[in-house]
């Protein structure tokens, strides 16, 4: 069979970015997925984004990745989560048609060029020597590929649970994947399982919303790509309702039967995506628990119920539902499940993705334990990029902690590993205000565009919009506002009055000020501000560098001091063990993980500041 | 090696070897008395035997041996204990260094027993404040640290920030669930709690500092009132140079005196007149730098000579150069033999302390006032004193970014931008007793919330 530079194995949000990624910076690449008709399936929420997600995305977008636009063009509603706080946590957020988002990736992928698609399952790797050398499918065809991209997602052994039923399969009413775990362990990788669940499905018609409360999307939508897609006209609603001491009464009566409870689960669920019989059983003094009831798609009656994650007998899930407000005549279509599935501890891997047992081989997304579709995702565009290169035998490309939540990602993965489906939360970078959603074009875009993934039009609206964005503040610096012009709007706001001519640029820090308001009240402030651009992203961005100003100063001080740490570079051969003044603990997690700077070796748990002082020392410094 | 006692001669003297090739350096110049060679013996055991140089005897000695890890450097290690006259220690060490040891640097055994782990860092540095220390006192404060009661205060002062800390990230990263979030009076009555435990923290530097390094006393005082005849009083020893030539002290004298527990480091200086011997003069300036930096400033006039009004006019000039000297500032009425008591009674109002230097009497009162001069009740009650300099930094930083999550929270800046703060304060605080890390967070948000969707 044909020969290839980088081969995809599964069409999941990893595997799809991947592939996109691998095939556009001109790779001959090859997507494997067991079924065709299942490209980029949303196989839990129809959502996109979210506190964190919503950041991933637009960093993806950024550097050149299609799942920023795949979801603005299947989006159904958009909502600014966050927006409150501060600029640092404004989270986009889309609830997705899930059949459009599928068929939109599927469109995406046949216009790339150097792509080709094969539907058969891959039961082995070719391994030759120490380098991975393709693929073998269940059907007995080799593809030979000199980079190899494994984003198996949950079908690697996969195991449904409903109530005491078990059934084989990667996802509802789908056949698991099995010899790529076997394989792999045989090699020397270290195999564990983990667990996720997923809600029922319902029939939106059997639904009494009139007694829930909607939650419609913004006023004013916007959208994830930083290109020309375009943001919603009309949009469809969330409902939100609660689960009572009835419902909680009603779950517990198949408690016995759960494969929570019982034992029957081995692998460990995220914490922070617990089945509802988790949250009755670990909180129970509370006494309701919150529901939102999400539509599927524009057109579908199917609808989908966030919270209500539950392994529980079918029988019981249905009799709970009964007791919710507005479900009371609720049907399902697919009952909730919860799924177990082999990932690999992701500190078999370098910084790359590439596994440091088997050169070209790279894992991507739920294979590495981490949950969601935008933590999977960019994992996907990441892995694609760097088999790229490692297939054209070019530099490696990674991105740091302060440059992006991705880099924070990928860096927790391979140095501290994950127990449970690790989650993306704002809180696990360090410098969350220097990694914004506003500011993910100015950050990647350059390099997505060195890289050759961003095309020349993305980089050139990137300057464009800092151009601008420095053009305005200028006009703002220049602009000197009499009191009469100014106090309307400050007591407008109930914001103390000025006595003198002031500059524009200074009323922006207080609190509630805002230059599109500034703009709507004041002539000189529009003009000055028109004569530059009319952008609003370029305004806000104007905004937010000028409010925000001390904040940023102060985060990307600390940021370079921690740098610091990060071009002390540790040999990936380095002897740990001839070290007798590291702790056995450090002695043993530094041979495992070999991390490449002192930076990095800091984060490894067991790790403590004395052995950084050892290596620190060692190294002269 | 090194010499593990104090320079001089005492009775014994204590040489302690450690590094990987200690046994079979020491057994080179060790013979035993008894059957057991030293290869043999079991760590936490004593062999008596001979320093051998040749055939000669250079001493009889003790030989502790300790097994690595079971050392104070965590290396394998000896400690000789031998004859303490200085002569002997010298050739023992000559004779170690001819068989491939080399002398410590300083320091070298506690950075060992550092890098081999067993001690952290605030425990390695309070070790060598307990060997440094003079005074009864500063042994207390440097056993508190060693035994890690600072480390345990800040704990809990750093457990509950990152309770506060939990709850803001929750706000930030849960925003979208149905959680309970504590509200900002109670966050601000938190942070206020924390600012004041750290205040007195930082408030007992000083006292640390002044119980580890010594009060710092200065005595002042116009030329022959009798500074050098008191210093000697106190010290009970002959050591400035007195004379009856006024401006005899040239340069400043040191020297250091216990009472109860607390060291005292007096600075005899020249006095203080106008004059226009050059080096008087630098000796004079040298005296209001003293008197600048001393903790306490103990002002001595000759009571036969002066007059009240006189003493008043001192003290205005000094306290022209030194706004916070009556804090610390003890007066002294000297050469009270040759003043009658109708004249002393007029020194009353400055609360002097009456004394003879020549004749030695009232030298207790001055040790009463001196003693009395320094709140010690910190001490007694086992506070925690904090003496470190890298300690009272990270406190200092912490506080920083405290007031500014305070003023955060006044301004109902979002929480995103406050918790920069938080941070910044639970990393100064992590410098002391360990670093925080998002994990420790989340963990601490998932043990106590019912949070996912």
């Known amino acids: 069979m044909e020969h290839y530079d980088v081969i995809v194995v599964g069409a999941g949000h990893a595997g799809c970015e991947a592939a996109a990624a691998a095939a556009n910076l001109g790779s001959r690449t090859l997507l494997v997925t067991m079924n065709m008709a299942t490209i980029g399936q949303m196989s839990c929420n ?35 989560l966050n927006l409150s706080k501060g600029p640092a946590m404004w989270s986009p957020r889309t609830q997705n048609d899930r059949y459009r988002f599928s068929y939109e990736w599927r469109l995406m992928l046949e216009k790339t060029e150097n792509l080709d698609f094969w539907q058969d399952m891959v039961s082995s790797l070719i391994i030759e020597g120490e380098r991975v050398a393709g693929v073998r499918t269940s059907m007995g065809v080799d593809f030979r590929a000199r980079s190899v991209v494994l984003t198996n997602g949950t079908f690697l052994n996969g195991l449904i649970h409903i109530g005491e039923k078990q059934i084989g399969g990667g996802r509802s009413g789908e056949k698991s994947a099995t010899g790529i775990t076997e394989q792999l362990v045989s090699l020397g990788f270290d195999a564990g399982r983990m667990k996720t669940g997923t809600p029922p499905r319902l029939d939106g018609r059997s639904i009494d919303y009139s007694v829930m409360v909607e ?56 914490r922070y995506c617990p089945s509802i019989e988790d949250k009755i059983e670990r909180f129970a003094d509370k006494d309701r628990h919150q529901i939102f009831v999400e539509p599927e798609g524009w057109d579908t009656i199917e609808v989908y119920l966030n919270g209500f994650s539950t392994s529980l007998p079918e029988e019981v899930q249905y009799a709970a539902l009964r007791k919710i407000p507005g479900l009371e005549k609720a049907k399902i279509f697919r009952p909730g499940y919860a799924i177990e599935y082999d990932y690999f501890p992701p500190t078999q891997l370098t910084h790359t993705l590439e596994t440091k047992l088997v050169k070209g081989l790279y894992f991507a997304g739920q294979i590495n334990g981490t949950t969601g579709y935008e933590e999977a995702t960019c994992q996907g565009l990441m892995a694609g990029i760097n088999a790229h290169r490692c297939a054209q035998e070019e530099s490696p490309f990674t991105l740091k902690r302060s440059e992006a939540y991705i880099g924070v990602l990928i860096d927790d993965l391979i140095t501290k590993g994950t127990e449970e489906p690790y989650r993306m939360f704002t809180s696990r970078a360090e410098h969350r205000i220097l990694l914004r959603q506003d500011n993910a074009d100015a950050r990647l875009t350059p390099m997505g565009h060195a890289l050759g993934l961003a095309s020349d039009e993305r980089l050139r609206k990137v300057e464009e919009k800092h151009t601008n964005v420095s053009g305005v503040r200028k006009q703002l610096e220049k602009l000197s506002l009499l009191p009469a012009t100014i106090n309307p709007y400050l007591e407008s706001l109930g914001s103390t009055p000025v006595k003198q001519r002031l500059r524009a640029v200074a009323i922006i820090p207080r609190p509630d000020v805002h230059l ?52 002390f570079k540790l040999k990936p051969d380095f002897n740990y063990h001839a070290l007798e003044s590291l702790s056995a603990e450090a002695r043993q997690k530094l041979s495992h993980i070999r991390p490449d700077s002192i930076g990095q070796a800091s984060r490894i748990s067991g790790v403590s500041p004395s052995d950084i002082s050892v290596l620190l020392v060692h190294l002269g410094k | 090696m090194a010499p593990a006692t104090a320079a001089g001669a005492g009775a014994i003297a204590v040489i302690r070897i450690s590094g990987k ?59 000789v204990s031998c004859h303490g006259s200085t002569f002997i220690q010298k050739r023992i060490l000559q004779l170690l260094g001819s068989h491939g040891c080399r002398m410590a ?39 508190h640290q060693m035994r890690g009661g600072f480390g345990r205060d800040l704990s809990a002062l750093r457990e509950e920030l990152m309770n506060f800390a939990a709850l803001m990230e929750l706000e930030l990263d849960f925003a979208e669930e149905d959680v309970e979030f504590v509200d ?43 500074k050098s005849t008191l210093l000697n009083a106190l010290l009970n020893e002959e050591r400035a140079i007195v004379s009856e030539i006024p401006g005899t002290t040239r340069d400043t004298v040191e020297d250091e005196l216990v009472i109860e527990g607390v060291r005292y480091r007096f600075a005899d200086t020249a006095g203080i007149r106008q004059t226009a011997d050059t080096i008087e003069r630098l000796g004079i300036e040298r005296t209001y730098k003293k008197t600048e930096q001393a903790d306490i400033v103990l002002f001595l006039f000759d009571a036969s000579t002066y007059t009240p009004q006189q003493v008043k006019m001192e003290l205005n000039a000094l306290r022209q150069r030194m706004p916070d000297l009556d804090n610390r500032l003890i007066a002294v009425a000297n050469k009270t033999d040759r003043t009658d008591v109708a004249a002393l009674a007029e020194f009353t109002p400055f609360n002097a302390v009456i004394i003879s230097a020549k004749e030695k009497t009232g030298i207790d009162a001055i040790k009463i006032r001196l003693r009395e001069q320094l709140d010690l009740s910190a001490l007694q009650e086992d506070q925690t004193i904090v003496t470190n300099t890298r300690h009272i930094q990270a406190l200092k930083g912490a506080q920083n970014a405290l007031q500014e999550v305070m003023v955060g929270l006044e301004d109902l800046i979002p929480g995103d931008l406050v918790a920069i703060d938080i941070r910044r304060a639970l990393y100064h605080l992590g410098e002391i007793t360990g670093a925080v890390s998002p994990d420790d967070l989340l963990g601490h948000i998932f043990s106590k919330f019912c949070i996912g969707k």
């Open chain 1, 46 to 80: 129809p959502a996109m984004g979210g506190i964190a997600k919503g950041q991933i995305v637009r960093e993806i977008d950024a550097l050149g990745g299609y799942s920023g636009i795949v979801s603005d063009r299947s989006m159904i509603q958009f909502r600014m």
């Open chain 2, 105 to 143: 640097r300083p320091g070298e055994f506690a950075m060992r027993a550092f890098l081999n782990g067993k001690m952290d860092l605030s425990q390695a540095e309070a070790i060598g404040d307990l060997i440094a220390s003079t005074s009864a006192a500063a042994h207390k404060v440097a056993m």
């Open chain 1, 516 to 567: 599109a308001d500034m703009m709507g009240r004041m002539a000189e402030v529009r003009d000055a501000i028109l004569s530059v651009t009319a952008d609003p992203e370029t305004i806000q961005q104007v905004e937010i560098l000028i409010k925000y100003e001390g904040y940023i100063h102060k985060e990307a001080e600390a940021a370079n001091k921690i740098l610091r740490f990060e071009d």
């Open chain 2, 21 to 79: 090739h200690t046994f079979s350096v020491v057994e080179k110049v060790f013979s035993p008395v008894g059957r057991t060679k030293m290869a043999d013996a079991k760590g936490h055991t004593i062999l008596f035997g001979r320093i051998m140089d040749g055939n000669e005897i250079v001493d009889e000695v003790l030989v502790s041996v300790f097994r690595s890890p079971r050392s104070f450097t965590g290396e394998d290690c000896v400690e």
């Open chain 2, 184 to 226: 900002r009076t109670q966050m601000k009555a938190l942070v206020s709690r924390i600012l004041t435990a750290i205040e007195q923290l930082i408030g007992s530097f000083e006292l640390g500092n002044v119980i580890k390094e010594g009060v710092q006393v200065a005595i002042i005082g116009e030329p022959n009132a009798g």
């Open chain 1, 215 to 270: 939650q419609p999307g913004d006023e004013h939508p916007g959208k994830f790509s930083f290109t020309d897609t375009q943001p919603l006209k009309h949009q469809r609603s969330c409902h939100i309702t609660y689960t009572n001491s009835e419902v909680h009464d009603m779950l517990r009566t198949g408690f016995d039967r759960s494969p929570m409870f019982n034992g029957r689960i081995r692998g460990l669920g995220p």
